[in-house]
């Protein structure tokens, strides 16, 4: 028998990121939580080192979509026009803003600091997460990114329609709130590819735990920069892909 009914669907808009009034990236991304997704973004792209780079931040909305202005510090401003300036001309490119295959897979910062975690840890942080979900769980179709601490009942967590998204409003959400990022683990919905990695060593957090696999590139990435690894991490247990002497009994 056909029944009529309703569903809860996420929105999808798109959201340009701009420094200094030049438009940087164009995202299609759930319209929540912005000003974090505008300095995770940031961050997790080396455009920034941390907050005090940004002089200003204002979200603004335009009859096709949201604008994420951001005006840097002096510093920052000449080293992202210079980067503009070798950017011009490229066309046809897989991976906006790089120029090279060199830089598809950047060098990271080693991820050194950091303490340990149980399994118990790792399915709290999985329950954690998912008591966090407000809009996953009314539209069961997002991505979420959330960061587990020791002992804290709550989770710091973002949901967008693009996992890329979620991570880098995760990224925003604990620097702007001042978090350590070496103080936890950050837990994610999605597989793991190697961007995944990239901005989790670049925000400084040692410790990565996802849901679904990652892939092998991201396995070599993560060791190379001294990162804990857990992924296929469900109810029943979990795999250390790199990392497991962070892993304790």
């Known amino acids: 028998m056909l029944e009529q ?13 701009v420094h200094d009034a030049t438009t940087t990236a164009v ?25 005090s780079d940004v002089r200003a931040l204002e979200i603004v909305d335009d009859p096709h979509g949201v604008e994420a202005r951001m005006w840097l510090s002096t510093a920052r401003s000449a080293a992202l026009m210079d980067r503009r300036r070798r950017l011009v001309g490229p066309t046809g490119c ?82 702007r709130a001042g978090i350590d990022p070496t103080a936890g683990a950050v837990v994610l919905t999605s597989r793991v590819s190697v961007e995944m990695v990239q901005k989790t060593a670049r925000l400084g957090a040692p410790i990565l735990v996802a849901v679904s696999a990652p892939t092998a590139l991201a396995v070599r990435t993560a060791k190379a920069c001294g990162m804990t690894l857990i992924a296929v991490a469900r109810s029943d247990g979990f795999e250390v892909f790199s990392g497991p002497e962070r892993v304790t009994a």
Request: hydrophobic letters at 45%; charged letters at 20%.
């Open 27 to 51: 995202m299609m991304a759930t319209p929540a939580d912005l000003e974090d997704f505008a300095i995770g973004f940031s961050i997790s792209e080396g455009l920034i080192a941390d907050l």
């Open 94 to 175: 897989g991976l906006c803003g790089v120029e090279s295959l060199a830089q598809a897979v950047p060098s990271l910062p080693t991820v050194t600091a950091g303490g340990r975690i149980t399994p118990d840890d790792v399915l709290s942080a999985l329950a954690a997460m998912t008591r966090a979900q407000a809009l996953g769980a009314m539209t069961r179709t997002v991505h979420a990114a959330g960061f587990w601490t020791p002992g804290r009942e709550d989770m710091p967590l973002r949901e967008d329609v693009g996992r890329h998204n979620a991570l880098d409003k995760l990224v925003g959400a604990i620097v």
């Open 5 to 17: 009914g309703e569903r809860v669907l996420p929105e999808e808009t798109p959201v340009a990121l």
